[in-house]
């Protein structure tokens, strides 16, 4: 069983908030499976949709639900617990370095959510044929 271990939350710009949690799990000895988890929670219904009508927007509303959920893990194995912390340190820095501009765009939320909504209709139409 992991425990999970709320380490950062950074508010954006366009009104969301990425949750940083170390997960990390002991695998034998000194060594562990270093796992940081960032997730974005999505209120759908608080999204300013810009390029769609709105029975369109209902209708993604109903497919992907209130709320959506953006979550990477980013992973190492095998790290000596003296390294484990650093090991943390070093992949929470650098997502955000590398994500923080791209998540807050003001259009993220949206085009998230449509990207979801377009897996979910690729998902049944791949099941129902």
Do not use: H
Not at 45 to 58: A, I, L
């Amino acid at each position: 069983m992991t425990e999970e271990k709320l380490i950062s939350t950074i508010s954006l710009g366009n009104d969301l908030v990425i949750f940083f949690c170390d997960e990390s799990k002991k695998i034998a000895g000194d060594r562990w499976q270093v796992i940081l988890t960032a997730r974005i929670q999505i209120l759908t219904d608080q999204v300013q949709f810009t390029r769609m009508d709105p029975e369109k927007r209902s209708e993604i509303l109903q497919v992907v639900g209130e709320q959506i959920n953006y979550e990477k893990k980013l992973i190492r194995n095998f790290v000596g617990e003296k390294q484990k912390e650093e090991t943390i340190t070093a992949l929470y820095e650098s997502f955000l370095q590398i994500t923080r501009p791209y998540f807050s765009k003001r259009q993220f939320a949206e085009r998230f959510i449509l990207k979801t909504y377009a897996d979910s209709l690729e998902r049944r139409n791949w099941v129902n044929s």
